[in-house]
């Protein structure tokens, strides 16, 4: 197990000032305490420098808590050692600063009170050899307030670190949680991007290809009416020229708003009536229609994939089937609403029509508002397009 007790910075400032501590009592000690013999005066001096080369192993960064226990250990004996040599001197008991510090750091408030009571018995012991009883009983109460005053104070730094590393770790989450927000964001964007763009290319292709497609049939008609039945292809010109005004009002509304030719108060039975007028009147053949009279309540992205369904699958009558009859059937069903355009044609080559970019856009309308779409040959001839979406249990009720 290991344990980060400080940072280098304060690992730093922490022994420096364990140096001045261990400075001032060495020398007071050997200058200005009682008198010593040679012998003992190098041995309070070689236990001085033993606990110099010590204190600069302060375990500051993630060590094994063996290495800790076993610092405090030595640097504890040491001064105890050294307070048995010259006892009673009152210098040195600061000297377990030190490891009183190291343990509180370092380890839980258990074990940590251990060491500060350990240290605080050997104090009390060595004024009692030292000097008397009494004086080691006061010894045991002064530096004993004075070992759990510093006790408290080390606990405060130890709580106040661990509280900054924490903020240090949730700073660093939030920082990691908002970079992946910002790329989430910026990935949503990029998508809603792309999205509008194919809802635009749908809305493009579903009003001005319909309306472009419908006068040109209608102009070719006309250009080869013109030496036979003039007032005919004049009509056919006036035809036209009304599906290019619809077309460029249908166009400003895109550009200016995307949204609908669908009135809101427009009902989807008119609409579909209005189309296949329309087609009827540019193409010449006749549509067997079968529409219900009521319709359920839908949303208004229901109506309007119902409605360039239907447009889409006119058109590609018109352009491919050369067809004499066509059918458009709509239907509500207890769980779906399909439309139904079949036709007796020349019937479509699958792989060619599916490459179309209406069919694909009407497949995608489908799938965004969990329906279906299928396109296919007609059972005795031509195409059929079944659209249909699914219907909720109140939109069935009503």
């Known amino acids: ?55 600069a192993g302060i375990p500051g960064t993630r060590k094994p808590l063996w290495r800790v226990h076993l610092y405090i250990i030595i640097h504890g004996g040491l001064v105890a050692t050294l307070m ?84 240090q770790m949730l700073l660093e989450e939030l920082q990691s949680a908002h970079a992946k927000l910002q790329d989430y964001a910026l990935r949503a964007e990029e998508m809603a991007v792309v999205e509008e763009r194919n809802r635009l290319a749908r809305e493009m292709h579903d009003t001005l290809g319909h309306r472009l497609t419908v006068t040109s049939v209608q102009l070719e008609a006309a250009q080869r009416l013109c030496p036979i039945d003039p007032g005919r292809a004049e009509s056919l010109v006036g035809t036209a020229r009304e599906q290019v005004r619809e077309a460029l009002s249908e166009l400003r509304a895109t550009v200016a708003t995307l949204r609908s030719p669908l009135e809101a108060d427009l009902h989807l039975r008119s609409a579909l009536r209005r189309l296949i007028t329309q087609f009827e009147e540019a193409t010449g053949l006749t549509i067997n229609q079968a529409l219900p009279e009521e319709l359920p309540p839908m949303p208004e992205t229901y109506r309007l994939a119902l409605y360039r369904a239907a447009q889409e699958a006119l058109t590609n009558v018109q352009k491919h089937a050369e067809a004499q009859q066509v059918w458009l059937v709509l239907t509500v069903g207890d769980s779906a609403v399909t439309l139904l355009v079949s036709d007796d044609g020349r019937g479509a080559t699958l792989s060619r029509d599916h490459s179309g970019f209406g069919l694909h856009g009407l497949r995608e309308r489908a799938e965004q508002l969990g329906g279906s779409l299928h396109f296919e040959p007609r059972p005795g001839g031509g195409t059929q397009l079944a659209f249909g979406l699914p219907l909720s249990q109140e939109h069935a009720r009503a």
């Open 84 to 167: 048995f040599l010259q006892p009673g001197w009152t210098m040195y008991p600061v000297l377990f600063v030190s490891p009183i510090m190291q343990a509180i750091l370092a380890f839980p408030r258990r074990q940590a009170i251990g060491y500060q009571a350990l240290f605080t018995i050997l104090t009390a012991a060595s004024f009692a050899v030292g000097i008397s009883v009494g004086e080691g009983l006061m010894a045991l109460f002064l530096y004993g307030v004075m070992y759990s005053l510093l006790g408290g104070f080390a606990g405060l730094l130890s709580r106040a670190d661990a509280a900054r590393r924490e903020s």
């Open 1 to 55: 197990m290991t344990h980060q007790i400080a940072t280098r910075r304060e690992n730093v400032g922490f022994l420096i000032a364990s140096y001045a501590i261990l400075v001032a009592a060495g020398v007071v000690g050997l200058r200005f305490g009682p008198p010593l013999t040679p012998a003992l005066r190098w041995m309070i001096a070689g236990l001085l420098a033993a606990i110099a080369l010590i204190q």
